[in-house]
């Protein structure tokens, strides 16, 4: 959803407060897709702070379902995240890139929630999704899933490196 702020540009000292639902059904990252589960409306409240800044501060509530890491089960994984930013508008694009800002969601009147929140979970997203803390994984021959018993495969392997000795 994209949320028009011009006329709160123009005001300095204004705020403003919006509930922006996330249009977006799945979340991508490095070609891969978590499809939501859950999303709540993104809660914002943008202020025009003066001196051409805008601050946005609000909430995102969000559930995205990924696959374990070790045993590709379905997980559901949790985001309950804080937005706190302060836009400074008077700065250019070659400016926002030199300095590594990476504010893409704003335009020159207006706010693109769903960046905004692709930004945010990019952030935020784990290194390592597991269904549990001991999960054991597949099998690396037969593929079965070792939480749920052994499959009798002989999964030692000698390190070709010590062939020699």
């Known amino acids: 959803m994209i949320i028009n702020i011009s006329e709160l540009l123009s005001t300095p000292g204004k705020s403003e407060y919006n509930e922006a639902p996330i249009e977006m059904d799945a979340f991508e990252l490095n070609g891969d897709l978590y499809p939501f589960s859950k999303k709540e409306p993104v809660k914002l409240t943008i202020t025009n ?7 946005v501060e609000g909430s995102i509530e969000a559930v995205l379902a990924a ?26 694009d070659e400016d926002r890139i030199n300095d590594l800002d990476e504010t893409s969601y704003i335009d020159h009147s207006s706010l693109d929630v769903d960046r905004l929140v692709s930004d945010e979970l990019l952030i935020h997203f784990p290194m390592k999704i597991l269904c549990r803390e001991d999960c054991k994984g597949i099998c690396f021959k037969c593929g079965k899933d070792l939480n749920l018993g052994e499959c009798g495969c002989d999964r030692e392997s000698l390190d070709p490196r010590m062939s020699a000795i």
């Open 49 to 55: 702070t003066g001196d051409r800044e805008i601050s």
């Open 67 to 92: 696959p374990c890491d070790r045993c590709l089960k379905e997980v559901l994984v949790p985001f309950s995240l804080k937005v706190d930013k302060v836009i400074d508008l008077k700065k250019t």
